[in-house]
């Protein structure tokens, strides 16, 4: 099977990178920088090798290197952002870094006629995200690609097919990203793209077959997308085997605990255990307003409840997650900067009884995770359900978390989703772009007036997204009569609120979820 080597620096979009490799048909890994050897890039036969970004210096003691043999083994390779920097500086070019050459976001590009480039508009739009950059390429090397503050945007060794662009193709907002990142696999590479999706669901299955073979493993299931294709995925890998332990810890949506039930017992006939843990939780949080802690606890508990499941099914070897990929990139795991702990990967305790964890998804972005779930012949309606985080409302109620704030989030968070999904239903489907939905009760109340009287109630947030993969997404532009419609509603049928406001904040700069 060919592949690309996708070699890691710490940036936040490498897996972005890997994932549009693979939306060609081409496989793409991910090794860390410094554990990998150019002997063993050799043995395993790569196609070609992308350098990642990341967030250091080329000049810092610290920052990640690598071997420089590796640009002489005959393996064609693509520098990006922070990579280019590193191939340059290793072959003796010069980087230079000054505040006024900093350029972040979309950036008008012009580049020459060059096989990287090929179909490419002399004049685009790419996105920047730097500060240091290629002053002076090395020998060998010419300058392909320019902007007005980056004099060396992308350049090339055409004999010895080393290749560098300053921008991120990887990224939605470069106009001929995709194309560029084809040229290189297609044209540079010479790869064929015959690698499917539907091999991923095929290996993953007959790889824990044989890895889990005799073993008892625990599943938490929380009854989203990813916990279910993971279970799925286990089921069939090791059937009866497999339990699943659906901990209940009053922070769902408002009838969820109900329907995951149903779904998964009846419909699949899992072995299925449903922990009522509300009072649990909600103990353990009292008093907790900051975010970070309120993960941390979560998690923590999570662990806590599975081991003691465990303890009273007998031995329980494994335990598995359905954590996906933008789970672990926000919890910094690698060498990546932290944007917030999940509670898959994030609040885990030091100490726990399992033997091992096995996260059969923690590859795959959300769209891929819907694929497989497809291809694992899991109902349409249950694979494109609304992300939810596994700590649930507690991050999306601002402040203290109280049996009376989520109930009321609940029934807020309700009607602002029909009422979206109804908005969907009445556009034309090519226009219709909301991915991710839902209400937050935020921290602040204000007065307001219902019946004549003065009121003092919450403000709720609601929050609609549309995204391709989650690592960035723009504020959904919403018909005015939905939003007037869910706020009409909210503010009249639940009690305790007495003002909606609309987010329209992006990611980056903001997260989708608030906390």
């Not at 860390?32 to 990341?54: H, L, N």
């Not at 900051?290 to 081991?307: A, L, S, Y």
């Not at 009422?419 to 991710?436: H, I, K, P």
Request: glycine share 8%; proline share 4%.
């Amino acid at each position: 099977m060919e592949k690309i080597l996708v070699l890691d620096f710490g940036g936040q979009y490498n897996q972005l990178i890997a994932r549009r490799v693979r939306e060609q048909h081409v496989y793409a890994e991910i090794k860390p920088c410094d554990r990998i050897s150019v002997e063993e890039i050799k043995a395993a036969g790569y196609q070609g090798i992308i350098f990642t970004g990341g967030p250091g210096s080329v000049y810092d003691a610290d920052s990640p290197h690598y071997d420089p043999a590796i640009l002489n083994v005959g393996i064609p390779v693509l520098g990006i952002c922070y990579g280019v920097q590193l191939m340059a500086y290793m072959e003796d070019g010069e980087i230079c870094g000054a505040e006024n050459s900093s350029e972040y976001g979309k950036t008008m590009v012009t580049a020459s006629q060059n096989v990287l480039f090929a179909d490419v508009s002399a004049e685009s739009v790419c996105w920047m995200s730097h500060t240091d950059y290629v002053k002076t390429p090395p020998e060998g090397f010419k300058v392909i690609a320019h902007t007005d503050k980056c004099p060396c945007a992308a350049m090339c060794d055409e004999d010895r097919k080393l290749y560098g662009v300053q921008f991120h193709p990887e990224v939605v907002h470069t106009d001929y990203g995709k194309q560029i990142l084809s040229n290189f696999l297609f044209r540079i590479c010479r790869c064929k793209g015959d690698w499917r999706m539907e091999d991923f669901a095929v290996q993953t299955v007959e790889t824990y077959r044989k890895k889990l073979a005799g073993k008892k493993v625990l599943l938490a299931l929380s009854g989203g997308v990813d916990s279910s294709v993971a279970a799925v995925l286990l089921h069939q890998a090791i059937g009866e085997n497999l339990v699943c332990v659906f901990v209940d810890h009053g922070l769902l949506r408002k009838d969820e605990g109900d329907f995951v039930e149903q779904v998964f017992r009846r419909q699949f006939g899992m072995n299925l255990i449903r922990v009522n843990a509300k009072e649990r939780f909600l103990e353990r949080l009292q008093g907790v307003t900051e975010p970070e802690r309120k993960r941390k606890i979560i998690g923590e508990e999570f662990i806590r409840v599975f081991e003691d499941e465990a303890k009273s099914l007998g031995k329980i070897d494994v335990l598995a997650q359905g954590t996906i990929y933008p789970d672990v990139i926000e919890s910094g795991k690698g060498d990546a900067a932290v944007i917030k702990s999940h509670h898959n990967v994030g609040g885990l305790p030091d100490v726990m009884s399992f033997e091992e964890i096995v996260e059969p998804l923690r590859d795959l972005f959300k769209d891929e995770v819907r694929s497989v779930g497809e291809q694992l012949g899991i109902p349409h309606a249950l694979v494109w359900r609304q992300p939810f985080p596994g700590p649930g409302l507690a991050v999306r109620v601002i402040g203290e978390i109280t049996d009376e704030k989520l109930e009321i989030l609940r029934d807020a968070d309700a009607i602002f989703r029909e009422e979206v999904e109804r908005a969907e239903l009445a556009a034309d489907a090519a226009a219709s772009a909301a991915n991710q939905y839902f209400a937050v009760l935020t921290g602040i109340r204000s007065v307001g007036v219902k019946g004549d009287a003065r009121t003092y109630g919450y403000t709720v947030a609601l929050r609609c997204v549309s995204t391709d993969d989650f690592m960035t997404a723009t504020w959904t532009r919403l018909p005015y009569e939905a939003l007037e419609r869910a706020s009409s509603r909210i503010t009249n049928e639940v009690k305790g609120i007495t003002r909606v406001v609309y987010d329209i904040t992006s990611k980056p700069p903001a997260t989708v979820e608030w906390e």
